[in-house]
């Protein structure tokens, strides 16, 4: 049996799996123990299952390796907006599930804070380390594992690719989430020293929250020559009002998620998403079957998605050059 409506704004504990579920079902939750045959339970945290088509893509990847939906294994997924993850994250730990399954690192630290117990695995984190989720890349520790994305190294690369679509400009606005901890050491570690070397200018704008999105985007019309925007829970539930904010201020603009572009957005580099929820599947499948965690590596992603909107840089009067199409991964038409 399998839940993935996005959450409504009030939701008992009962609902959580689902409503079809029954209570004596909800009532062996709590058990320690399960008997034999019993499905395993699998509870995903991040952002709005219609806003990430990646966990199809880990359900069906856990089915090659053996687990069947509704026989050995039950999915279900909450999303929400950030304020509301911690609760989340809390109500999957009062129900006892067997593994979490955390999208970016907004959710796998609500995740990590609601429990020491339940194994977690995450996914698109771009500084575990740094954001204290594990104690070392090669062995966790604790109860958590999962697949991160390349950040430090990734940033200075969309820099390269802004050069290259304005090569008279050298002022880039990056609008970054401050609540985010990943986007402060990017930033800080490497998007100014990158700047220097390729000769840009950066200014820094931070959203918190949507409102705050278009008075910020408006902003970079006459301060800037081209925009990025760092990969980001927030930004990425909102990526069509981004999209739509983007364009109207004309100016050249690199994603760090691979789904802005698909709605809009000029440009996106990034770590194939795709890849990296394979992979969690298999570390998902290590875990149920009785790996630690935290003896499980946690990997990085090694292939990178070059995506350009080819109908969007139409609508703005701009001209890909040749070398930059060929290295994009995907051209939308």
């Known amino acids: 049996m399998e ?22 079902w909800i009532a062996q939750v709590a058990a320690e123990s399960r008997p034999e045959g019993t499905p395993r339970r699998v509870a995903g945290l991040g952002v709005p299952p219609g806003s990430n088509p990646h966990w199809k893509l880990f359900r069906d990847r856990l089915h090659a390796l053996g687990w069947r939906p509704g026989r050995e294994v039950l999915f279900a997924w909450r999303g ?22 955390t999208g970016a ?18 996914v698109a984190v771009g500084d575990p380390l740094g954001t204290g989720l594990v104690d070392s890349l090669a062995r966790p520790a604790g109860n958590v594992t999962g697949v991160s994305t390349v950040g430090p190294a990734l940033i200075g690369k969309q820099l390269e690719v802004l050069r290259e679509v304005t090569p008279g400009g050298t002022r880039v606005t ?6 985010n901890a990943t986007h402060g050491r990017l930033l800080l570690g490497e998007a100014e020293p990158a700047a220097r070397t390729l000769g840009l200018t950066l200014r820094l704008v931070g959203a918190r929250g949507p409102d705050e999105l278009a008075p910020l985007i408006e902003s970079t019309r006459a301060t800037a020559d081209a925009l990025l925007i760092l990969d980001d829970l927030l930004f990425l ?4 009002r981004l999209a739509q904010l983007t364009a109207a201020t004309g100016l050249p603009v690199v994603h760090g998620a691979v789904a802005h572009a ?3 957005g000029l440009m996106a580099l990034a770590p194939a998403v795709e890849d990296q929820w394979e992979r969690a599947a298999m570390l ?15 990997e990085q ?6 995506v350009i909107n080819l109908r969007t840089a139409r609508t703005l009067g701009l001209r890909v050059r040749p070398s930059l199409l060929w290295r994009a991964n995907r051209l939308i038409e």
């Open 301 to 306: 992603p090694t292939r990178f998605t070059l």
């Open 237 to 240: 539930l909102h990526r069509e």
């Open 3 to 24: 839940e993935d409506r996005a959450r409504p704004p009030s939701i008992s504990r009962r609902t959580f799996l689902g409503g079809a579920l029954s209570a004596s």
């Open 284 to 298: 998902a499948d290590r875990v149920l079957r009785g790996a630690a965690p935290g003896d499980l590596p946690v």
């Open 262 to 264: 698909e709605v809009g």
């Open 105 to 122: 690192t907004s959710a796998s630290l609500a995740a990590r804070d609601a429990t020491r117990r339940i194994p977690i695995v995450f």
């Open 174 to 179: 990056v609008l970054w989430n401050p609540a």
């Open 80 to 101: 929400g907006d950030l304020g509301q993850l911690p609760d989340l994250a809390r109500e999957a730990v009062e129900l006892d599930v067997d593994l979490l399954v």
